[in-house]
């Protein structure tokens, strides 16, 4: 398992309750917006194989916390492509502890294996854009059947679950909450991401991100579609 970085301790992605966050290396997609694009760039990458956590490490830091923390949150940049997560995630259940996953849908085998086995709690998926018109957005060619895949494994299991969405004025509109919600129909709680516009993957990408009247606009529009709908800044 492939660990770049631990923030130990958060209350942000569960109120009330205390978890850890685990960050991975690596990401299949290229997403223009992408910032921290440090840790997915494979020339890049190479600079942070030395400062791996080790496993070893971290699962001593968890032993430590077992009164203290309620969840561990798998994130990345793309958890699912390291070729040991299955393994990792039993790891922490078998400490109780209470298991996030964030991902890109790039693994409905896994996700399916892992929400079967009852090793996940909760999972935030990333909707880049409409299915047909990702590419525009992770510019790279990736197999549509999978993001369908994914979906349809999270809608139809009884877990719970966001999908999240990461906006900017470049290329989302009202018609294109529409056409998300088209793929994503059904779903329970979908949440708006502004853009953050830094140290961007694409350095000429021109992508702004919206103003809180803007964004206040656009809830109006999305609330029609979804009863949990809210911007995180
Ligand atoms: S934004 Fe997320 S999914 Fe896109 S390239 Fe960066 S880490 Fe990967």
């Known amino acids: 398992m492939l660990i770049s970085w631990i923030k130990k301790t958060t209350l942000l992605d569960f109120p009330g ?70 393994e990792f995630i039993v790891k922490i259940k078998e400490l109780w502890f209470l298991v996030k996953l964030d991902t890109n849908w790039q693994n409905p085998e896994l996700l399916e294996r892992l929400i079967a086995e009852n090793l996940l709690d909760y999972v935030a998926m990333d ?42 004025k470049w290329y989302f509109d009202e018609q294109i909450i529409k056409e998300i919600w088209e793929d994503i129909v059904g779903a329970k709680r979908w949440y708006l991401q502004n853009l953050e516009e830094k140290n961007l993957l694409n350095a000429g990408f021109d992508g702004k991100s919206f103003t809180p009247d803007e964004l206040n606009e656009l809830q109006v529009v999305w609330a029609g579609y979804v009863d949990v709908c809210e911007v995180r800044k």
């Not at 309750?17 to 494979?42: D, S």
């Open 127 to 168: 909707i880049k854009y409409p299915f047909l018109k990702y590419k525009k957005i992770i510019w790279v060619d990736e197999d549509i059947a999978k993001f369908i895949k994914s979906k349809d494994i999270l809608l139809n299991w009884n877990l719970d679950y966001e999908f999240r969405t990461t906006i900017s």
């Open 17 to 86: 309750k205390v978890a850890t966050i685990v960050f991975t290396l690596g990401c299949n997609f290229r997403c223009h917006y992408c910032h921290n694009y440090e840790f997915v760039l494979p020339e890049k990458v190479a600079d942070f194989m030395n400062d791996l956590i080790p496993e070893v490490a971290f699962f001593n830091f968890l032993k430590t916390r077992v009164w203290f923390l309620d969840w561990v949150v798998i994130t990345g940049w793309e958890p699912t492509i390291q070729k040991d997560l299955y």
